[in-house]
C-alpha cells in the first residue's frame, strides 16, 4: 500500500543504453585519416531505449522526438493469485540542437514519463503470507482473488535455528521448514516527472566546451542538476580527450502511505517526518558529484577504440523512502529456555537505512570495427563499475549495424549484465530481543504511568497494588495507568539495511533489435524493442539464491529525427543563413491558423513534408458550477450524485497537459495525410466538500488536498485532408480524420484507507476508448496584410460503448479568425469559438469507488463560449529560416456545463512547424 518510487534502473533501461556508441562528431579534414572515419561510421546506430544518429552528423543541427514504454512482467506470489498490474513506463522524449552562430550551438531536451504498477516494498518469508490474501464470495465459493501487502499478522513460526515454518498441505497441515521468500507487492498510483535541460557549445579548431544545466520534477523528488565538458583533439585528430563534471542537487519530500504508515516503524527518520494536511511526509536532501575522462583513437581506416573512466560520489539521504525492511523480533527468553519447540517470531516493517554517503567508480571501453565485405559495423562494449556499498557490475554488449539498402538499417544486438549485492543487503532480518519490551528503573521495578500525566511514574507492590515512586499506595480508581513500554535496542541492528530487490546480486541478459528507415534526406524513422531476462542463477558467481526477485520486462521504441543540415537546400528551412537560400523570399506561404485549429492548413505542392509540434495546456478551478451558475458545496452532496451518501469530494483544480507530433505529407496538390500520435498526462486535486457525510466503514477515503496523477500515450489522430477550393486569396479544404483509441481508459486509483478506489474518474482517462470519426471543414483567406478563417468540425464516436462500459458525448465547434499582419513574419490573430459536447453515455461496467460528481456521467459535457488570442510568426531567413512558431490564450467567456463541473479557467496551445 505505499505509493512507490520509481525503479531507477528501469528508468535508466528505458530512457538510456549507457555507453554505446561516440556522443558525438569525430571532425576531420578530408585526408585518409577523414575516409576511414567515414567508412567505420557509415552506418546509423539505434539502440531501443536510446535515438543515435550517425557520428559524422552528430554535431548537425537536429531535432529528434522518440516515444518509449518500459513494461515489467507479473512477479510470482507463490501463494495468491497476482491481480496487481506489472510497472509500466512512457516516456515521451524530445531534443534539438540548433546553430547560433558557425562555432556556437544550443541544445535542449525534454522529457516526460509516467509511471504506474504495482512494485515491491518489501521481502518476506512465504511462510509469513506477506501478501495478505483477499477473499471474495463467488459461484464457486469464498476463493482468494488478489493480495493486500499489509501484514495483518505479524507473528512467524519459527524453529531453533530461526528457520521459518510454514503448513504442509500435503501432510496433514503439519509444520515443515520452509525457507523460501517472497517479494511483497504494493499498488502504485500515477506518478509524472518532468525533466529539462539546455546548453550551449562552443567549438574551436580542435576542440569543443559544454556547459549545460536542467531541472527534474515529480511530485515527491525535486533535482537540479549542471555540468560543463568538452573535447580536445590531437595527432591530426585521430585522438581525441574528452572531459567532464557534473552536480546535482535533490531535495525529497515523499508522501508515506496513509494504510501502510502505521505498519511501518520511522523511528530512525522521526527528525525527518512532517505532518501536512494529516499526511506524513519524509523529507530529505542529497547531493551528487560527478567527474569523466575519455579517450578516443582511430586504430586504422576501419576500426576505433574509446575508453572512459568516471566517478561520482553522492551523500545525504540515499534511501528510497517507499522502501521497508522486514525485521523479525526473536525475545531470547524464549529462544534459550531449553525446549524444542518452535518459538515465534515478531515480524515488523522498519524503512531501510542506507549509508548516507556512496563513492563509485567506472571504466568503459568500446571497440567498433567496420566490415567491408558486408558494409557492417561491430560494435563491442564493456563497463565495470565497483562501489563502496560492495556492488561490483560487469556489463557486455555486443551490436551489429547492417545497412539494408533502400535506406533501411538493421540493428541487432545483445547484452548481459552482472552485479554483486551491496553489504548491507538482506532479504529480512533476525534480531534477537523484543520488539517492545516494560520498561523498568534502576531497581528493576515495572514502570506504570498516566498518559495525562506521562512524567509521573508509578510501581506495583507484592501484592500488585500502585504505589509511587515513594511506596505511598495511590488511588487506581482516579487514575488511567498503563505499562510503559519502549521499543527495540537500536543499537542490537546492524546500522544499514535494505531489501531492495536492486540491491541484490542478479544477472540480466537481452537481446533486441531496432530499425532505421531513412525517408527522405535528413528525415529518419527509428524504432527499436529489447526483452531483458533478470535473474538471481545468472549473477556471475552466484547459485541462484534470489530466485524470488527474478522477472522480465521489455522496453520498446519510436522515433522520428530532423537532421536540419541534410534537409535538401532549396527549401527555405534553416541552416547554414540566408545568403545560401537568395530565393526564399520568392517562396509563397498562406497564413497559418491560429495556433488552437487542428488540420488548419495544407501543403501545396506535391512532395512536399511538414513536420511539428503541438502543446496545449488547459487549466480547470475556482468555483463548482451547476449549468452556468455558481454552485456551493451542500447543493453539491445533495444533487451532484445519484445518492447524497456518496458527494463527500470535489476537485479544486485539474489541469490537462498535451503533447503532439505532427507529421504531414502531400502525395498530390489536392491531397494531404496527416499523423497526429498524443501523449498527455493530467492533474487533479480534492477537498472534501463541507457538510458531505461521513464515509462508510471500507469505503475509498481521501485526505483533502490529494493529489491524482495519470500520464501516457493518448489517442492518435490520423487524417486525409482534401482540396476544394484554391483560387487567389481563399481557400476551402475538408478534413475526413479518424481517432484511434490508443489512450488508456482502465486507469485504476490505488487502495486508500485498505479499500479499492476501483477506475480512476471519467475525466482523468486518457482517452475516448472508442474509435472516433473527426471531420471538419475549414476555409481560409487573406488579402494584403489581413487575413481571416472560420472551420467547423465535429467529433462523432462510433462504438456504443469503450472497454470500460462508456462513452463519451459527441462534440461539434464552430470557430472563426481573423488576422493581421504585424510585420511580414509576425501575425496577430483573434478568434471566437463555440463549442457543444454531449454527457457521457453509459457509465463504468467496473467498480469505480463513486466519491463526488466527477464519477457520474451526467456531470460531463455542455455549451461553451470562447474567445482566443493568438500570434503567428514565421522565421524569415538566417539560421532558422522556414521554421513557424504559434501561441493562442483561449479565454472562457461563458459556460454553461452539464450538472455539477469546475469551472474552466483557459487554455493555452503553442506550436512549432517547418515544411519541406
Known amino acids: 500500500m505505499i505509493a512507490f518510487r520509481k525503479s531507477d534502473a528501469a528508468k535508466e533501461a528505458t530512457l538510456s543504453c549507457p555507453d554505446s556508441h561516440p556522443d558525438r562528431k569525430v571532425s576531420v579534414e578530408p585526408s585518409p585519416a577523414g575516409k576511414a572515419l567515414q567508412a567505420l561510421t557509415s552506418a546509423a546506430l539505434v539502440l531501443p531505449g536510446l535515438m543515435l544518429n550517425a557520428a559524422h552528423a552528430a554535431d548537425n543541427d537536429r531535432i529528434n522526438f522518440q516515444f518509449s514504454r518500459y513494461q515489467e512482467g507479473k512477479r510470482d506470489l507463490f501463494n495468491v493469485p497476482n491481480n496487481l498490474k506489472p510497472i509500466t513506463a512512457d516516456v515521451l522524449h524530445g531534443s534539438g540542437v540548433f546553430s547560433l552562430t558557425d562555432r556556437t550551438k544550443f541544445n535542449f531536451s525534454y522529457t516526460q514519463d509516467t509511471w504506474s504498477g504495482a512494485t515491491p516494498i518489501t521481502i518476506s518469508p512465504l511462510a509469513a503470507n506477506g501478501n495478505n490474501p483477499i477473499y471474495a464470495n463467488t459461484p464457486s465459493g469464498v476463493t482468494v482473488v488478489g493480495a493486500s501487502p499489509i501484514i495483518t499478522n505479524p507473528n512467524l513460526l519459527l524453529d531453533r535455528n530461526l528457520n521459518p515454518l510454514g503448513l504442509d498441505p500435503n501432510h496433514g497441515g503439519s509444520l515443515v521448514r520452509d525457507p523460501r521468500s517472497v517479494m511483497v507487492l504494493s499498488s502504485a498510483s500515477p506518478e509524472t516527472r518532468n525533466q529539462a535541460s539546455f546548453g550551449l557549445s562552443r567549438e574551436w579548431n580542435e576542440a569543443v566546451l559544454n556547459v549545460s544545466g536542467g531541472f527534474s520534477r515529480e511530485r515527491d523528488y525535486k533535482s537540479s542538476f549542471g555540468n560543463i565538458g568538452g573535447r580536445v583533439d590531437f595527432n591530426q585528430k585521430l585522438t581525441s580527450l574528452k572531459y567532464g563534471a557534473g552536480y546535482s542537487s535533490s531535495n525529497i519530500g515523499a508522501i508515506l502511505d496513509h494504510d501502510a504508515s502505521p505498519y511501518i516503524t520511522k523511528n530512525a527518520f522521526l527528525h525527518q517526518i512532517d505532518n501536512r494536511n494529516g499526511a506524513e511526509v519524509l523529507k530529505g536532501e542529497r547531493r551528487d558529484w560527478s567527474a569523466n575522462l575519455g579517450v578516443t583513437q582511430i586504430l586504422n581506416k576501419s576500426a576505433l577504440l574509446e575508453t572512459n573512466i568516471g566517478y561520482t560520489h553522492s551523500n545525504g539521504y540515499l534511501e528510497n523512502p517507499y522502501k521497508v525492511m522486514t525485521v523479525i523480533f526473536v525475545d531470547p527468553a524464549a529462544l534459550n529456555n531449553g525446549q524444542s519447540t518452535p518459538v515465534s517470531g515478531d515480524m515488523r516493517a522498519l524503512l531501510e537505512q542506507r549509508p548516507n554517503f556512496r563513492n563509485q567508480a567506472a571504466f568503459s571501453a568500446k571497440y567498433i570495427q567496420y566490415i567491408d565485405a558486408f558494409d557492417a559495423a561491430l560494435h563491442l562494449g564493456y563497463r565495470l563499475s565497483t562501489d563502496d556499498w560492495g556492488i561490483n557490475a560487469h556489463t557486455f554488449d555486443a551490436n551489429w549495424v547492417q545497412p539494408l539498402g533502400g535506406g533501411w538499417t538493421l540493428m541487432p544486438r545483445i547484452r548481459y549484465y552482472s552485479q554483486d549485492s551491496a553489504s548491507f543487503y538482506k532479504p529480512y532480518l533476525f534480531s534477537q530481543q523484543t520488539y517492545r519490551r516494560n520498561e523498568v528503573d534502576s531497581l528493576g521495578r515495572q514502570i506504570w504511568f498516566d498518559p495525562k500525566n506521562p512524567s509521573e511514574q508509578y510501581f506495583r507492590d507484592t501484592n500488585f497494588n500502585l504505589v509511587d515512586k515513594n511506596g505511598n499506595f495511590v488511588d487506581e480508581s482516579l487514575l488511567n495507568v498503563q505499562p510503559k513500554t519502549v521499543l527495540y535496542n537500536a543499537d542490537k541492528l546492524p546500522d544499514n539495511f535494505s531489501s531492495d530487490h536492486r540491491l541484490a546480486g542478479f544477472g540480466s541478459l537481452s537481446g533486441g533489435v531496432a530499425l532505421s528507415k531513412l525517408i527522405m534526406r535528413g528525415v529518419a524513422f527509428e524504432a527499436g524493442f529489447e526483452y531483458y531476462t533478470r535473474a538471481g542463477a545468472m549473477q556471475i558467481g552466484n547459485g541462484g539464491n534470489n530466485s524470488f526477485a527474478d522477472f522480465d520486462y521489455y522496453v520498446a521504441n519510436a522515433a522520428v529525427r530532423f537532421d536540419v543540415e541534410s534537409i535538401p537546400a532549396s527549401l527555405p528551412i534553416g541552416g547554414s543563413g540566408s545568403a545560401s537560400r537568395p530565393h526564399m523570399h520568392s517562396y509563397h506561404h498562406h ?73 504531414m505529407y502531400a502525395p498530390t496538390k489536392w491531397l494531404n495525410v496527416m499523423l497526429m500520435p498524443t501523449f498527455m498526462d493530467m492533474d487533479m486535486s480534492l477537498r472534501r466538500l463541507q457538510g458531505a457525510p461521513p464515509a462508510t466503514p471500507g469505503s475509498h477515503e481521501h485526505k483533502s488536498g490529494a493529489v491524482h496523477e495519470t500520464g501516457a500515450v493518448g489517442d492518435t489522430y490520423f487524417s486525409s485532408l482534401i482540396k476544394l477550393l484554391d483560387i487567389h486569396g481563399h481557400w476551402v479544404h475538408v478534413s475526413l480524420g479518424f481517432s484511434a483509441p490508443t489512450g488508456k481508459v482502465d486507469i485504476e486509483s490505488r487502495r486508500m484507507f485498505k479499500a479499492d478506489g476501483g477506475l480512476m474518474h471519467f475525466g482523468m482517462q486518457l482517452g475516448s476508448g472508442t474509435w472516433d470519426f473527426m471531420p471538419n471543414l475549414t476555409y481560409l483567406g487573406e488579402r494584403h496584410r489581413w487575413s481571416w478563417g472560420a472551420q467547423f468540425s465535429g467529433v462523432k464516436r462510433l462504438e456504443d460503448k469503450n472497454k470500460s462500459g462508456y462513452r463519451l458525448g459527441d462534440l461539434f465547434q464552430a470557430t472563426a479568425w481573423g488576422g493581421f499582419d504585424v510585420k511580414p513574419w509576425l501575425t496577430a490573430t483573434v478568434r471566437g469559438a463555440y463549442t457543444i459536447q454531449g454527457a457521457i453515455h453509459r457509465d463504468f461496467d467496473s467498480y469505480n469507488a463513486r466519491i463526488g460528481p466527477m464519477d457520474f456521467p451526467s456531470n460531463y459535457g455542455g455549451q461553451f463560449w470562447d474567445v482566443g488570442f493568438g500570434v503567428n510568426a514565421r522565421i524569415p531567413g538566417g539560421r532558422f529560416a522556414g521554421n513557424r512558431l504559434g501561441f493562442e490564450w483561449i479565454e472562457p467567456v461563458r459556460s454553461d456545463f452539464n450538472g455539477f463541473q469546475l469551472d474552466r479557467q483557459g487554455m493555452l496551445s503553442a506550436t512549432w512547424s517547418y515544411q519541406f
Not at 511538414?610 to 451542500?634: E, I, P, Q, S, V
Request: hydrophobic share 40%; with cysteine.
Open 591 to 663: 497564413k497559418i491558423p491560429p495556433a488552437g485549429i487542428m488540420f488548419g492548413h495544407m501543403l501545396d505542392k506535391p512532395g512536399e513534408f511538414m513536420a511539428g509540434y503541438r502543446f496545449m495546456y488547459g487549466w480547470t478551478g475556482g468555483n463548482m458550477l451547476h449549468g452556468a451558475r455558481k454552485a456551493d458545496d451542500l447543493a453539491i452532496v445533495e444533487q451532484g450524485c445519484s445518492d447524497a451518501s456518496l458527494c463527500r469530494f470535489a476537485p479544486t483544480y485539474m489541469d490537462m497537459r498535451m503533447h503532439m507530433v505532427d507529421l
